[in-house]
């Protein structure tokens, strides 16, 4: 396997969550995104999967909000993709 496909493995491994909303929201995004993404999106992606399920739901929901203005953007663009 090439090195992205692995990257892209290992990324679709750790879209898999406790709560089905989050599988799916995250594997849309990663399934639209990934070959389009640069290295610090995919960083930043990779990042936001380390959160706890519970304060991933409430960013996407928007209960609360990263004072990392790079996270709020991608959680933006996460939720866009429900939104259209």
């Given at each position: 396997?090439?090195?992205?496909?692995?990257?892209?493995?290992?990324?679709?491994?750790?879209c898999r969550r406790g709560m089905l909303?989050?599988?799916l929201l995250l594997n849309r995004y990663l399934d639209i995104n990934?070959?389009?993404m640069t290295e610090k999106q995919g960083a930043m992606f990779s990042e936001v999967l380390?959160?706890?399920?519970?304060?991933?739901?409430?960013?996407?929901l928007g209960?609360?909000?990263s004072?990392?203005?790079?996270v709020n953007q991608l959680?933006?663009?996460?939720?866009?993709?429900y939104q259209s």
């Open positions: 396997m090439s090195s992205i496909g692995a990257e892209y493995g290992e990324l679709k491994w750790r909303e989050l599988d990934y070959a389009t380390e959160y706890p399920d519970q304060v991933l739901f409430d960013l996407l209960n609360m909000q004072s990392n203005v790079d959680i933006s663009e996460i939720q866009r993709i």
